[in-house]
């Protein structure tokens, strides 16, 4: 099948989950529009891969979300810490926020601020929706957010090979260039 094909099409779908996800918060079930968010971010990071014909950001995606899958599942297992409402033990740290941070930091670092920004509008709404339906604990949402953005900071390099970042640090702020070569 033609790449540009496969990326319209998972574009779509992207954004079809998108209007769902607002339409079921709209109605009041915000668990499920985060539920919705969590397979959007993905799909539309994961689609851009594919409308760019970016082989290598696709690679960075698979190796990027596939470790925070997996950190994500270690910790929930090994911390076993109690959901806020249920008798579940897989509180820590959140899976929907890593997830919904994975995507959010991959489109920033790979595709710039332009799109990252939305994304990350889009990330910080799942892992709000997280604690506001009492699946998890605000430490979880930000563990699984940090969790999910770090393996996508160590494995994503800017697309066409300048990235403009912003800065704060040490009372210092400014904004950072960074070129491939």
């Given amino acids: 099948m033609n790449f540009k094909i496969q990326a319209i099409r998972l574009t779509l779908a992207a954004?079809?989950?998108?209007?769902s996800m607002f339409a079921n918060a709209v109605k009041g079930n915000v668990e499920k529009s985060g539920?919705?968010?969590l397979?959007?971010?993905?799909l539309l990071a994961y689609s851009s891969t594919f409308y760019l014909e970016d082989e290598q950001g696709r690679n960075e995606f698979y190796k990027s979300i596939l470790s925070t899958a997996l950190v994500?599942?270690?910790l929930k297992v090994t911390v076993r810490k109690?959901?806020?409402?249920?008798?579940s033990y897989t509180s820590f740290p959140s899976g929907h926020a890593a997830i919904a941070f994975q995507?959010?930091?991959?489109i920033e670092q790979r595709y710039g601020w332009k799109y990252g920004l939305p994304a990350f509008a889009a990330a910080t709404y799942v892992g709000w929706t997280r604690v506001e339906s009492k699946q998890h604990y605000t430490i979880d949402v930000l563990a699984g957010a940090a969790i999910g953005a770090l393996t996508s900071l160590y494995f994503t390099t800017p697309y066409n090979g300048m990235q403009i970042t912003p800065y704060a640090k040490?009372?210092?702020y400014g904004v950072e260039f960074s070129t491939t070569f």
């Fill in 15 to 19: 954004v079809l989950c998108c209007i």
């Fill in 35 to 37: 539920d919705i968010g």
């Fill in 39 to 42: 397979f959007a971010l993905p």
């Fill in 72 to 74: 994500t599942q270690l």
């Fill in 82 to 87: 109690k959901r806020p409402i249920e008798d």
């Fill in 103 to 106: 995507s959010a930091t991959f």
């Fill in 170 to 172: 040490n009372r210092s």
